[in-house]
């Protein structure tokens, strides 16, 4: 990674700031959630020396910022296995093993689903450069059924499919706590959570949002729930889940930090109902639950959680 470091006096008129405000001022282009992670890190140095970001500035002080840069995306096909449901000429359905990135990103550069389909097959170009021929995501440690668009004909079909809800996609959740009624509705708008920026939250004036869920099974601290989306927002059934007091067993973003072992969420994409693009015939697609998420099951059957 090539680091940046920017240099820079507290004059008097942020004297009395504190140190992540006052930095903010100054270099506009880092937000102040940037800056406490910056400071987390130890990447900022008030006159050579490590303060919190509450500390106060005082007129004179010299601000030490060390930035690291990602490296330059490069999108390569990489030969990884896959778990391909369905192909034809227009589209494919794979099931996603929990762990994979959809998409690389400056924080996943290589080794992801697009950098494995790469090396199985030509991809539609509608989404840019990185994100060739995926049409919808599910989240890193999400498992479970994805579309993936061949060319761009069939990812504009897919994509107006999606947005007008023809496409139908069930999950398997595993959530905290019991229910006591058997169905329902979430109806709550999503954005970016304003006092964190890497979650999403239910806000006012955010995009609406819709997850309809039903219970499967419950055990003593959990229960089994079968979710279906109505829309498609970032980590829509995982900020529904946590806002009506039910987070996704596991999950390290939205969930309490005393949760079920494992690698990430308990939450799978079971089941994906789509029209074929040229044919217009209906295809339906299931993806059993992974090993270890039907391990989890038998042992909270057995109460051994």
Do not use: C, W
Request: glycine share 6%.
């Amino acid at each position: 990674m090539n680091k940046k470091e920017i240099n820079f006096t507290i004059d008097p008129s942020s004297a009395g700031q504190r140190l992540d405000k006052a930095i903010a001022k100054i270099v506009t282009d880092l937000s102040r959630s940037r800056i406490d992670k910056l400071v987390e890190n130890k990447k900022i140095t008030v006159n050579d020396s490590l303060k919190e970001t509450k500390y106060k500035v005082i007129s004179g002080d010299l601000i030490k910022i060390v930035i690291e840069e990602p490296k330059q995306l490069s999108l390569k096909a990489e030969k990884i296995p896959l778990n391909i449901v369905y192909e034809d000429d227009d589209l494919l359905v794979v099931d996603k093993v929990q762990g994979m990135v959809v998409h690389p990103s400056a924080g996943h550069p290589d080794h992801t689903l697009v950098n494995a389909l790469l090396d199985h097959t030509p991809l539609s170009n509608i989404n840019g450069e990185f994100r060739p021929g995926i049409v919808h995501r599910i989240d890193k440690d999400t498992s479970g059924l994805l579309m993936v668009a061949k060319n761009d004909f069939a990812h504009r079909f897919l994509s107006e499919d999606l947005k007008s809800h023809k496409t139908k996609r069930q999950y398997i959740a595993l959530v905290h706590g019991i229910f006591s009624e058997k169905k329902g509705i979430i109806d709550a708008p999503i954005a970016r959570d304003p006092k964190n920026r890497q979650k999403q939250a239910v806000v006012a004036g955010g995009r609406r949002a819709i997850t309809h869920f039903q219970v499967l099974k419950k055990f003593d601290k959990y229960t089994l729930l079968s979710i279906y989306l109505e829309t498609g927002r970032t980590h829509q059934i995982r900020v529904h889940m946590a806002y009506i007091g039910h987070p996704v067993a596991g999950d390290p973003l939205y969930g309490p930090k005393k949760t079920l072992p494992g690698n990430g969420q308990y939450l799978h994409a079971a089941s994906l109902e789509l029209v074929q693009p040229r044919s217009r015939k209906k295809l339906f697609f299931q993806a059993p639950l992974p090993d270890y998420f039907k391990n989890m099951i038998l042992k909270l059957e057995k109460k051994k959680f």
